[in-house]
């Protein structure tokens, strides 16, 4: 099993940063992906971002160039800054072995933490 404690989330003005971060233990992968996922409501989850333990990172949408993810051995980081009201969500971390998912490979999730930013 893996453990991915989630830390970060808040309350924030519009045009105001935060950084999450997400720590992994337990028994982690070598080769892993951890990432960054929100949900707001009505909408599925969506990514938000992924970095592999090789470097590779992934994006998922229009955030990239506000948002940065960064990694230090197993714990991801989440900067996010310039927020604006639609960031506002529940933010997920997320863990699965190897660098592609797989509905075979083994798959975490946090518990999420709350982004609220204010206009």
């Known amino acids: 099993q893996v453990q991915l404690v989630e830390s970060g989330g808040g309350l924030v003005q519009t045009g105001g940063s935060l950084t999450l971060s997400c720590a992994a233990s337990g028994s982690t992968f070598t080769r892993n992906t951890m990432g960054w996922y929100r949900r707001t409501p009505g909408k599925q989850r969506e990514l938000v971002g992924s970095v592999n333990s090789g470097g590779g990172v992934k994006y998922g949408g229009s955030e990239e160039g506000r948002f940065t993810i960064s990694r230090a051995r197993d714990t991801v980081y989440l900067r996010m800054t310039q927020l604006q009201p639609e960031d506002t969500a529940v933010y997920y971390c997320?863990?699965?072995?190897?660098?592609?998912?797989?509905?075979?490979?083994?798959?975490?999730w946090g518990q999420g933490t709350q982004v609220t930013v204010s206009s």
């Open positions: 997320n863990y699965y072995l190897g660098y592609i998912r797989s509905s075979d490979s083994p798959e975490y």
